[in-house]
């Protein structure tokens, strides 16, 4: 258990929707990351947050957006969903001041789109 | 200069051998060498990691080659099992920017 809660596990919706995804970082941890990983691919890296503030931006679509709460929680939010959205998105924390591509996976969200 | 290669993008291992993974990197700044493995239906998890300081690191049958001159690093598995099938992920990171450049990915299969 890597300390890293994310919710929903499964996620089915239609296309045209929106849809929101939340994660919990480990305890203490500042910096929160987004990714999205299509069937059999790599790692896409979409978005990174350090406490509170936007650090870093990957290929994230315009469609979608995220942020992270004073509790350090985060949200990424998926929008006008086509069926490429289709994927498993992975929410990481780091620690804070801690080792730079140290990362703790959650067990990821998985997302189809109908 | 951000690009981290990995190959091969899958490979196939009887029990018991040594598969290879490797990663090579242009940008001399990474100052951060991790690998992860990631099984199916599952969140990518660090196994292993190395500095460009030393040349190698051992952590139970994992082990890290580290190349600095070459810029290339790779995953050894001695005595392998079916236990290890999994996706393996290399990555680079530097410090002053806290990006982590991921490779591509290696998908092994341990055959009994």
């Known amino acids: 258990d890597s300390g890293v809660t994310q919710t929903p596990k499964h996620l089915i919706t239609a296309t045209g929707q929106r849809v929101t995804l939340r994660c919990s970082p480990r305890?203490?941890?500042?910096?929160v990351y987004w990714y999205q990983q299509s069937l059999d691919q790599g790692l896409q890296f979409l978005i990174q947050?350090?406490?509170?503030?936007?650090?870093a931006k990957g290929n994230i679509l315009e469609r979608f957006s995220a942020q992270q709460f004073p509790d350090l929680h985060s949200e990424l939010n998926l929008s006008s969903l086509e069926l490429g959205d289709s994927a498993l998105y992975f929410c990481?924390?780091?620690?804070?001041?801690?080792?730079?591509?140290?990362?703790?996976f959650g067990e990821g969200s998985r997302l189809t789109v109908l | 200069q951000q690009q981290v290669k990995q190959s091969p993008q899958s490979l196939i291992v009887q029990k018991g051998g040594i598969p290879i993974i490797n990663c090579a990197y242009e940008?001399?700044?990474?100052?951060?060498f991790p690998w992860y493995q990631q099984f199916p239906g599952k969140g990518p998890a660090l196994l292993i990691a190395?500095?460009?300081d030393v040349s190698e690191k051992k952590e139970g049958r994992f082990t890290i080659s580290f190349n600095k001159s070459a810029k290339q690093f790779s995953l050894h598995i001695m005595d392998s099992q079916p236990g290890d099938s999994a996706t393996y992920f290399c990555?680079?990171?530097?410090?002053?920017?806290?990006?982590?450049?991921w490779g591509a990915g290696t998908k092994l299969i341990i055959k009994p």
């Open positions: 990555a680079a990171s530097m410090k002053s920017n806290y990006q982590l450049i």
């Open positions: 990481a924390s780091g620690a804070a001041g801690g080792i730079t591509g140290e990362l703790f």
């Open positions: 940008n001399t700044a990474f100052d951060y």
């Open positions: 947050y350090y406490n509170g503030e936007e650090r």
């Open positions: 190395i500095r460009p």
């Open positions: 305890s203490g941890d500042l910096s």
